[in-house]
């Protein structure tokens, strides 16, 4: 009995990326916030303005 070995590569393959994007989306769900203060942060130094600190992570803005 001949097996196709060319499939069950195929779904260990996709199985390993969906694990890998599970893990993804999760790390940034965690360090969203701190992500995205560090763009604004970034931005305002651009655009020569002060940053200021939100309350919570990820509500910083530019003054």
Do not use: H, R, W
């Not at 890998?20 to 651009?46: A, E, P, R, W």
């Not at 020569?48 to 939100?54: C, M, R, S």
């Amino acid at each position: 009995m001949k097996l196709n070995k060319k499939g069950q590569a195929l779904v260990e393959y996709l199985l390993i990326i969906a694990v890998i994007s599970v893990v993804v989306v999760s790390v940034v769900k965690l360090f969203g916030g701190y992500l995205q203060d560090s763009m604004t942060k970034s931005s305002c130094k651009l655009v020569d303005k002060e940053y200021v600190e939100g309350a919570k992570p990820g509500q910083g803005t530019c003054k």
